[in-house]
């Protein structure tokens, strides 16, 4: 049998294609929409749109947001060093909320999502903050926390029997009822160190004082003013209390000046960069269930919020509705609120939520009761 060799390939003529080969893709058609005035209006309209959401994120907005924020267990936060301590198959959390654009301002865009949003609200800057900057009103929160600290150790160690002294070096005013005498005497910033004679150390001693007078009396208050140098007299006409007309009233709001608590034992809480008061409520509450044996929450999940102040009343707080998305998110199944904000925090809550509005630390502890905790029956002997 012959064998043949193929021949090499010879040039491929213009036009052709090999076999086997791909032909080539043909060229692109471009097609040339007529002109008309209405590109021109809709390339002007894609500009200042997107000119207009950058403008939104970046021009500064005076306004500020609120988020929900984090819900933080106390137990972990109380150290009661020199005592036994209890653990509770609960937890009582406190609620936080998340403030946007007020150390750093946010743009109008984020303001937009805020406010399309039903677990945010959105509110103008300088109704929140004043004319104070961002660091101002942080280092003023933080200032708060630490005061309320204070006050939740005081009320909790009361609460439980033990003695608690309290010492102070008189009321300073920090403002004035424009309308009252006493306006024309005293400036924010006074300190009353006394009154018809009668030493004040702590700020509820002027009521107390004032218990027998009638509007239209006149006091002597022993003022400092400015908080420095020697005390001088001066006389003041009382005005009646707005809810309370039969009761005297200076027509001043005060706080007392270096206010100390002396507590039997060291309470320690850490809530690291938290500011605000408004966890004064479970700071007690958690300082309760630390010192006392068995569940003061039954073992249920008690998200809390609110103020406490010395005599164990629980004061608004704010931003209510973001922290009960909070609690929620947090499996909590009881949430305490201060009374007046108890619809706030229920528009939100959900069916898994039980909202509970309070007036004090009693109302607190009765509503625990009532989901299995023994806080109506906590160990009261002051470690006698």
Do not use: C
């Amino acid at each position: 049998m012959d064998t043949v060799e193929p021949s090499p390939p010879g040039p491929i003529p213009p036009g052709s294609v090999p076999v086997g080969a791909a032909p080539d893709p043909a060229p692109p058609v471009l097609v040339r929409l007529p002109w008309h005035p209405i590109w021109f209006v809709l390339g002007v309209l894609l500009l200042v749109t997107v000119t207009a959401f950058g403008a939104a994120g970046l021009v500064r907005a005076p306004y500020v947001v609120y988020a929900p924020g984090s819900a933080i267990e106390t137990e972990p936060a109380i150290s009661t060093p020199g005592t036994r301590a209890f653990s509770d198959d609960g937890r009582v959390l406190f609620l936080t909320v998340s403030l946007r654009g007020a150390s750093k301002r946010i743009g109008y865009l984020e303001a937009a999502w805020g406010w399309v949003h039903g677990d945010q609200d959105v509110f103008p800057r300088k109704l929140i903050l004043g004319d104070q900057t961002g660091k101002q009103s942080r280092e003023e929160a933080l200032q708060a926390m630490s005061s309320s600290q204070e006050v939740a150790a005081k009320v909790a160690l009361e609460h439980l029997g033990y003695e608690v002294e309290t010492t102070g070096r008189g009321a300073i005013v920090f403002e004035t009822v424009a309308q009252a005498p006493v306006a024309k005497v005293l400036e924010p910033g006074d300190v009353i160190v006394g009154i018809d004679g009668a030493e004040v150390d702590l700020d509820p001693q002027l009521r107390e004082e004032l218990a027998d007078d009638a509007p239209g009396d006149e006091v002597t208050l022993s003022v400092q003013r400015g908080g420095e140098g020697d005390p001088e007299d001066v006389d003041v006409e009382l005005i009646a209390d707005p809810e309370e007309p039969d009761q005297a009233r200076l027509g001043v709001s005060v706080v007392t000046r270096d206010l100390r608590y002396e507590l039997p034992f060291p309470v320690t809480i850490d809530t690291e960069d938290v500011g605000g008061p408004s966890a004064g409520l479970a700071l007690t509450l958690g300082i309760l269930d630390r010192l006392t044996d068995g569940s003061l929450t039954g073992g249920a999940v008690v998200a809390v919020t609110g103020t406490i102040d010395p005599e164990g009343g629980v004061g608004e707080v704010g931003g209510v509705a973001q922290k009960a998305v909070a609690a929620r998110r947090a499996g909590a199944t009881l949430m305490l609120v201060p009374a007046a904000e108890e619809a706030d925090a229920e528009r939100v809550a959900g069916d898994g939520l039980d909202v509970v509005g309070v007036d004090d630390l009693d109302d607190a502890l009765a509503a625990l009761a009532a989901v299995g905790g023994n806080a109506l029956d906590l160990d009261r002997d002051g470690g006698r």
